[in-house]
């Protein structure tokens, strides 16, 4: 038996452990699958300290290779499905990958991107699924089949690194107290518990917790793997359909859920009977984050389904930071919540000075357990997001009121937030350069109902160009050639020139206030 599953099969072990779009998946079954991929990867030469990336949707083989790297003392890179080969090649090379696991929905594209990239240490490359196999991939259930099944002798600790999209136009991935490696599995068990009050869950309750955004990301990860370790079945969606997600939640009594501003929209906007016709009496918490949240669409939230609809702030550098429950947001709308006793916030002036309540500045935090972060392989970035001793920030702008709830106001690094997707424009712009007609350009986020932002692009074109539909639809279709598509620009604006310093810095501010003019937020 694996370490980190031994006592959950002997509790429950026919019972379902994870179910997804193509079945069931008891915990016993989870755990024989989990034991056997851990010694078909140490059987292709894999060592403590490797790395596995993984290119899968929300589907058991993701939950299998998190685990798996749990005990093989393996560092767990999951991909963003959606990037194109030159962003999956960048991460290959950057990670130092030595095992690739891939959906064959995207074999085609990681197939691209093995080409591109150097990846010298990589021994051992799985397709999951039924389609054609490319060359020098083997099928994922062919090696878990012929893999032996002994017990894992002295099984050591690995966990993830998660890349977020750089300011400088690549991934950089985020190494934090997770990502560690050595030492027993079943301390991410113990995280796991610790966490459990933050996530709304009690380690031996019978939880259903439902994984409705992609498990790429770290909030969405959190949510689901933490929630397994403390005994609960994971039901996965891999693409979100709020009238499916209503249809989960009560055919297999859903507790708890994660969601994000988009996807309330879209389910606060199912038509009437769909919405009527759904119990949802099962919910026992809702949280949200990864973007701003309109409060009129927090407030429907809760006068539809209660005060279950909790809140949170944080980010994959920080993991959790504040939280709010539902009835707290009713006291004090437009707040994200109080840090978490774990954490200390603190909101600091231009030159580093300590602001009073009320007072706007940049946000910062740091653990008082001792954790931190740092950005693999980029130690500028590293030291750029830190002041201190372990004091770090995500870029946001915001105030403490007296009673220590942090609101947010601004962001001061140049991202989008779109769907709950942060997106920096750097690498949009340096793409937009590259079109044979753009002279100049400038990304920002322009306020979206249902996105929260939506990607807008200021363009200067060269001379001898005419802006139309036709040079539209071939400025997009560049873009997507070589972007992943939800970084593509949804709008446009010529402009005679962009607005720029006397240093020549783009004064981006100059361009995207005027779309926030009359609005509650600035992000």
Not at 295 to 300: D, G, L
Not at 371 to 400: C, I, M, Q, S
Request: include cysteine; glycine fraction near 10%; charged fraction near 20%.
């Amino acid at each position: 038996m694996t370490a980190l599953l031994a006592d959950l099969v002997a509790a429950r072990r026919d019972e379902p452990a994870v179910i997804d779009e193509r079945g069931t998946t008891s915990w016993a079954e989870l755990d024989d699958r989990v034991n056997r991929l851990v010694h078909a990867l140490e059987g292709r030469g894999l060592r403590v300290g490797d790395t596995v990336v993984a290119m899968l949707g929300n589907q058991l083989e993701m939950i299998e290779v998190t685990l798996a790297c749990a005990h093989g003392g393996w560092l767990f890179v999951p991909l963003n499905w959606h990037w194109v080969a030159r962003e999956v090649a960048y991460v290959l090379d950057d990670a130092d990958t030595a095992a690739v696991v891939v959906d064959e929905r995207w074999a085609d594209v990681m197939a691209r991107a093995l080409v591109e990239a150097d990846a010298p240490r990589l021994r051992c490359r799985l397709l999951v699924g039924g389609g054609l196999v490319p060359s020098g991939f083997e099928r994922y259930g062919d090696a878990l089949a012929s893999a032996d099944t002994a017990e894992l002798v002295d099984p050591q600790r690995g966990g993830p690194m998660f890349y977020t999209s750089g300011t400088t136009g690549w991934p950089k991935g985020v190494r934090s107290a997770l990502s560690s490696i050595g030492g027993p599995p079943e301390v991410l068990t113990l995280i796991a518990h610790t966490m459990a009050p933050t996530i709304g869950v009690t380690p031996g309750d019978r939880i259903v917790q439902l994984v409705c955004g992609p498990l790429y990301h770290s909030a969405q990860w959190a949510f689901g793997v933490f929630a397994l370790l403390c005994g609960g079945t994971l039901v996965l969606q891999h693409r979100f359909d709020a009238a499916e997600v209503l249809r989960a939640i009560d055919e297999h009594g859903v507790t708890n859920m994660h969601l994000v501003p988009t996807q309330m929209i879209r389910m606060l906007e199912l038509p009437d009977d769909v919405r009527a016709a759904f119990d949802g009496s099962s919910i026992v918490q809702i949280l949200h984050g990864a973007a701003p949240c309109s409060p009129s669409v927090k407030r429907w939230m809760i006068e539809w389904l209660g005060p279950v609809v909790s809140e949170y702030y944080g980010g994959t550098e920080g993991g959790f930071i504040t939280l709010i429950s539902g009835e707290e947001w009713l006291a004090k709308p437009g707040s994200v919540g109080r840090p978490l006793t774990v954490v200390e916030v603190l909101v600091l002036g231009p030159d580093g000075e300590l602001l009073p309540p009320g007072e706007t500045g940049e946000i910062w935090f740091r653990s008082l357990l001792g954790n931190d972060f740092e950005y693999h392989n980029a130690p500028e970035k590293t030291a750029k997001a830190h002041r201190g001793e372990g004091l770090g920030t995500l870029g946001d702008v915001g105030w403490l009121d007296e009673d220590g709830y942090l609101f947010l106001s601004d962001r001061k690094i140049d991202m989008i937030v779109s769907g709950g997707v942060n997106i920096y424009p750097a690498e949009i712009e340096a793409v937009l350069a590259d079109h044979r007609a753009v002279a100049d350009a400038a990304v920002f986020g322009i306020p979206h109902h249902e996105m929260g932002e939506s990607v807008h692009a200021a363009l200067v074109l060269r001379h001898g160009h005419v802006w139309s539909d036709a040079l539209a639809e071939d400025v997009t279709a560049f873009c997507r050639d070589r972007l992943a598509g939800y970084k593509v620009p949804r709008s446009f604006e010529v402009l005679d020139d962009l607005p720029r310093s006397a240093a020549g810095k783009l004064t981006k501010r100059t361009l995207r206030d005027p779309w926030w003019e009359g609005r509650d937020r600035a992000i």
